[in-house]
C-alpha cells in the first residue's frame, strides 16, 4: 500500500476506497487507526451509494464486524467504480478566469469527461500522442448519491451529495481552445481524471467550502486555493445541474480549479513524460502522479 494512503490527520472519520489491480479492485473502508478493513459488498458504485451501502458500512465499522485486509503492496483504484458520467465545471475560480483570461462566468460553464478516464490516485497520468499543452488542476470532486432531478434548494442539493474526493481534472490546452468545438476533446483522453484515494462521507467532511487544495510538480507549489473562493459552491452547482441534466448515483462532478495552471503561467511549463504531480485537499487525503507518453 501506497504509504501516503494513511490519514493524516486523527479522528477523520470513515473512508471508503477500492484497492488491487485495474480491474480486480476490492471494495475496503479505512478505520480510525488506518488499518484497512473488507466492507463486504461487492463493489463501490451508484447500487451501493443508493441502496444505503454506506450506513451499512459504517454500522458494521462500529461493531468491529469488518475483517482487516493486508494491504502491503495494493495499489489504489479510484474510490468509486467506473461513473455514469463525470460532469465539470469550467471557470469556477475568478483567479482562474483571470489566468486564463476569461470573465467571471454569470452562470456555470459546464462540460463533461468521458467516464473512462478515470484512474486511480497513483496511477500513470499519459499525455496524448502530439501533445504540447497538457496541463494539471486540482479539485474538489463530489460524489452523487441519489437520484436528482429540478432540485428546488441549496438543502435539497447537499442532501444528494454521497461524499468528496481529489480529482486532477487534466487537460490538454490545445485540443480544448484551438482545435474547434467542445472543450471536452481536450478534456478526455485517457487517464485523465486521476480519482482518490478516498470518498469521504459528506457529513464526514462538513463544510466544503472551507478546504484548502495544492498542486506540486516536480517538487515546486503551483497551485495554493481554498474551495471558499469558488465562484458557484457546491450546493449552488449540484442544484443548477439538476436543471439541465438527471443527477444519478456515482456520477463525479469535478468543481473547478484555483490558478497556477500551466497555461497561465510564464513559459507555460506544460507536463512532460517523467514530470510528477502530487496533489491534496485538506481532509481528503493525497494524490501523486508520473507523467508517461501515450
Not at 494512503?5 to 471508503?16: D, F, N, P, T, Y
Not at 500513470?124 to 432540485?151: F, M
Not at 486555493?225 to 436543471?243: C, P, W
Not at 456520477?251 to 514530470?275: C, F, H, K, S, W
Request: aromatic residues 6%; proline residues 6%.
Amino acid at each position: 500500500m501506497n504509504r501516503d494512503i494513511r490519514c493524516i490527520c486523527e479522528g477523520c472519520g470513515v473512508k471508503l476506497l477500492r484497492v488491487g489491480p485495474v480491474g480486480q479492485e476490492r471494495p475496503v473502508v479505512m478505520d480510525d487507526a488506518g488499518n484497512l478493513r473488507d466492507i463486504g459488498e461487492p463493489e463501490i458504485d451508484g447500487a451501493f451509494l443508493a441502496s444505503g451501502g454506506v450506513a451499512r458500512v459504517r454500522d458494521a465499522l462500529e461493531r468491529g464486524a469488518l475483517p482487516v485486509v493486508d494491504a502491503e503492496g495494493l495499489r489504489i483504484g479510484a474510490p468509486i467504480a467506473r461513473p455514469g458520467k463525470i460532469v465539470c465545471i469550467g471557470l469556477n475560480y475568478s483567479d482562474h478566469a483571470a489566468e486564463s483570461g476569461q470573465d467571471v462566468p454569470a452562470e456555470p460553464v459546464v462540460f463533461m469527461k468521458a467516464a473512462n478516464t478515470m484512474v486511480g490516485p497513483y496511477d500513470e497520468v499519459l499525455v496524448p500522442r502530439g501533445s504540447v499543452k497538457t496541463d494539471w488542476e486540482v479539485e474538489l470532486a463530489v460524489v452523487i448519491g441519489q437520484e436528482a432531478r429540478y432540485l428546488g434548494s441549496r438543502e435539497e442539493a447537499l442532501g444528494v451529495i454521497a461524499g468528496y474526493a481529489i480529482s486532477n481534472d487534466v487537460s490538454e490546452r490545445e485540443f480544448q481552445l484551438e482545435r474547434g468545438g467542445q472543450w471536452d476533446k481536450g478534456k478526455s483522453c485517457e487517464t485523465f481524471n486521476p480519482l482518490g484515494p478516498w470518498l469521504v462521507t459528506a457529513d464526514e467532511v462538513g463544510d466544503p467550502q472551507s478546504l484548502p487544495l495544492r498542486l506540486w510538480v516536480n517538487g515546486e507549489l503551483r497551485q495554493d486555493g481554498d474551495t471558499k473562493n469558488m465562484i458557484f459552491d457546491v450546493a449552488e452547482i449540484v442544484r443548477y445541474l439538476s436543471q439541465f441534466m438527471v443527477l444519478e448515483p456515482g456520477d463525479v462532478i469535478n468543481t473547478g480549479t484555483p490558478a497556477g495552471v500551466a497555461m497561465g503561467m510564464p513559459g507555460q511549463p506544460y507536463l512532460r513524460e517523467g514530470d510528477v504531480m502530487e496533489l491534496e485537499i485538506e481532509g481528503l487525503g493525497r494524490q501523486r502522479q508520473m507523467a508517461g507518453q501515450a
